[in-house]
């Protein structure tokens, strides 16, 4: 089977845009190249000079850049060819055991090619995203173990980092509107027995480091994320994941995972009067202030004051794909031209999580984060797929169109309703490739690629 590097290159060959990838190739290389691996004290199963694996372009990715490419806009062909050829995960989430099992396999024998470490999402937990954008998963308890059974053989004894169902432990089912009701049979203890089961099925292969949802700084307060990764058996694995399909700053997302692994050792130490307590842990809600970060310090100063000899073991990664702009706080559509109030750019931000303007790509994939707890930046969403058809109909967008509207907006209230103004378009669904976004992530990556 042939490399990503050298699929992409016959693509583009064979439509005569050898120069865009003689432009890209030297981007490539020092994204892909690794000195020998050297373990380092405190990085856990992670050799400060991991090489990750390059999965094959994302389905929609190489059209676009012929695209670019045709109208001569070679720099964003490089820069998109560029991405494209950066270390990112690979998504598992459905199918039956055997296949699930086969297509594990099968990335596994690519990234032996590569003489690398691939990074695999299992996405197939009962309920998942609430029934929401990225609906699915498996029927139940009983499928999901013999789903994520067969995922770990895929396995084998190779060396992988697996990212266990982004947003199970953050969105559990009472978290959910649709909680309770006939169409949604999931309870909080199933879910927290299903992480387990992954944990208890994927730790048994030698070589696999294995994170699970610790959510974002922005949604779940560190006590209560800690309490639920400890009844996910994190303490088994080799500790959670931060930001993923997120946009939040790595200041941010380290600071609010020390907290946690802080929080998970002073609830674990039965020395420390927090033992049992971790809801008590202070969080970046209280003393905090969540959106204020000036006010940050006020939290880690009480973990300061309050560890009493406990140590913070538990080591987190970051998901760095598209959070190089920080989060958009959507205050530019309050001023002119748009001029939209209050109460909409709110709700714009509540949902800047979804598919939001001027975001870039953020720090490339390593496990040399120079942060002892901090295992390794990784890109784990896929940069240019979409987050889903985010609109008004889903509760992300608000927009008064009185206000500002420009020439093929929709006018009735049906279009207006499953439109989205910050694009003026319909989002692709959750998972589909996204053209103008895919652009902007390169084109205000940060840092920029060498």
Known sequence: ????????????????????????????????????????????????????????????????????????????????????????????????????????????????????????????????????YSSGGAADEAAYQSWISAFAAGIGNGKAVVIVEPDALGNLPSDCGVYGTSAYPFTDADRLAEVADAVTALEARPNTSVYLD?????????????????????????????????????????????????????????????????????????PASVDDPSTWALTTAWYQQNMDGAVAKTHFVIDTSRNGQGSNTMQAYAQAPYNQSASVVSTLFAGNWCDPTNAGLGLRPTANTEIPLLDAYLWVKTPGQSDGQCDAAGGVRAWDYTTYTQPGWPTTTAGQTQFDPLWGTVDPAAGTWFPQQALQLVKDANPQPN
């Open 214 to 286: 610790g959510t974002n700084s922005h949604w779940q307060a560190v006590g209560t994320i800690t309490q639920r990764l400890i009844e996910a058996d994190v303490q088994q694995a080799q500790g959670f994941f931060l930001n993923v399909s997120n946009y939040l700053t790595d200041t941010a997302s380290t600071t609010y995972g020390t907290w946690i692994s802080d929080c998970l050792a002073m609830a674990t130490d039965p020395t420390n009067w927090a033992y049992g307590k971790e809801t008590d842990c202070a969080s970046q809600y209280y």
């Open 1 to 132: 089977m042939s490399t990503p590097l050298s699929a992409l290159s016959r693509v583009l060959t064979a439509a005569t845009l050898a120069a865009t990838v003689i432009a890209c190739v030297p981007l490539a290389a020092s994204a892909a190249t690794a000195s020998p691996q050297t373990a380092t004290p405190g990085n856990h199963g992670l050799p400060t000079a991991t090489r990750f694996f390059t999965p094959p372009p994302a389905a929609g990715s190489i059209q676009q850049i012929l695209h670019l490419a045709a109208g001569r806009d070679l720099a964003d062909a490089a820069a998109m060819t560029s991405m494209e050829l950066t270390p990112q995960a690979v998504w598992f989430t459905k199918g039956t055991p055997a296949q699930v099992q086969r297509q594990v396999r099968t990335t596994m024998s690519e990234a032996a090619a590569e003489h690398a470490v691939p990074i695999l999402v299992a996405y197939d937990i009962p309920g998942r995203d609430c029934a929401a």
